[in-house]
T-cell receptor
Framework: KQEVTQIPAALSVPEGENLVLNCSFTDSAIYNLQWFRQDPGKGLTSLLLIQSSQREQTSGRLNASLDKSSGRSTLYIAASQPGDSATYLCAVVTDDMRFGAGTRLTVKP | GAVVSQHPSWVICKSGTSVKIECRSLDFQATTMFWYRQFPKQSLMLMATSNEGSKATYEQGVEKDKFLINHASLTLSTLTVTSAHPEDSSFYIC??????????????FGPGTRLTVT
């Protein structure tokens, strides 16, 4: 059974800092891995999708990497802004979709 | 932690028929539930936001007459795919919001339903 873990559970940084969110999974036989943003009371917003054959994806200030063999993915956020404050979730797709518990990010002005 | 169930976990139906998927929050009340869809090799996409006792809010491009959502109680939301076609074959997943003290929301996900339309 796939297990997905996200570290840290919460993170508070001052504006402008670069930061890294971590996601680990136990079964490396995945189809893809996705990073999402969740704002309170809202549905998920898809940030980045990494196929199993890919090593990384970039979108603006976001960069996600995937190391299947070690069961790890990282989401790098450059030059953080208060508007980045949200919960970030990673999800791994094998036969179904498994979510991590999320990292709650607070970026202080 | 809180548990969200979906039923069925997988379903195969013939083109033209309708399929109902249930999403239940088992040990908490959810005023808001979300329905997502994922096609193979694509990202999970939000279809609609469902609030108990009111009409669902659909994302752009999602046909509300085709994907009927009913949030009849604080623990149950249903998605009915009407007149299903092969292109509706997808993985459907729901999530439920559990509001905690201090204005913090936790969102819990169901295990998903894999729909195949033949």
């Amino acid at each position: 059974k796939q297990e997905v873990t996200q570290i840290p559970a919460a993170l508070s940084v001052p504006e402008g800092e670069n930061l890294v969110l971590n996601c680990s999974f136990t079964d490396s036989a995945i189809y893809n891995l996705q990073w999402f943003r969740q704002d309170p009371g809202k549905g998920l917003t898809s940030l980045l999708l990494i196929q199993s054959s890919q090593r990384e994806q970039t979108s603006g200030r976001l960069n996600a990497s995937l190391d299947k063999s070690s069961g790890r993915s990282t989401l790098y956020i450059a030059a953080s802004q208060p508007g980045d404050s949200a919960t970030y979730l990673c999800a791994v797709v094998t036969d179904d979709m498994r979510f991590g518990a999320g990292t709650r990010l607070t970026v202080k002005p | 932690g809180a548990v969200v169930s979906q039923h069925p976990s997988w379903v195969i139906c013939k083109s033209g028929t309708s399929v109902k998927i249930e999403c239940r929050s088992l040990d908490f009340q959810a005023t808001t539930m979300f329905w997502y869809r994922q096609f193979p090799k694509q990202s999970l996409m939000l279809m609609a936001t469902s609030n108990e006792g009111s009409k669902a809010t659909y994302e752009q491009g999602v046909e509300k007459d085709k994907f009927l959502i009913n949030h009849a109680s604080l623990t149950l939301s249903t998605l009915t795919v009407t007149s299903a076609h092969p292109e509706d074959s997808s993985f459907y997943i729901c999530s439920a919001d559990s509001s905690l003290a201090g204005g913090i929301y936790e969102q819990y996900f169901g295990p998903g339903t894999r729909l195949t339309v033949t």
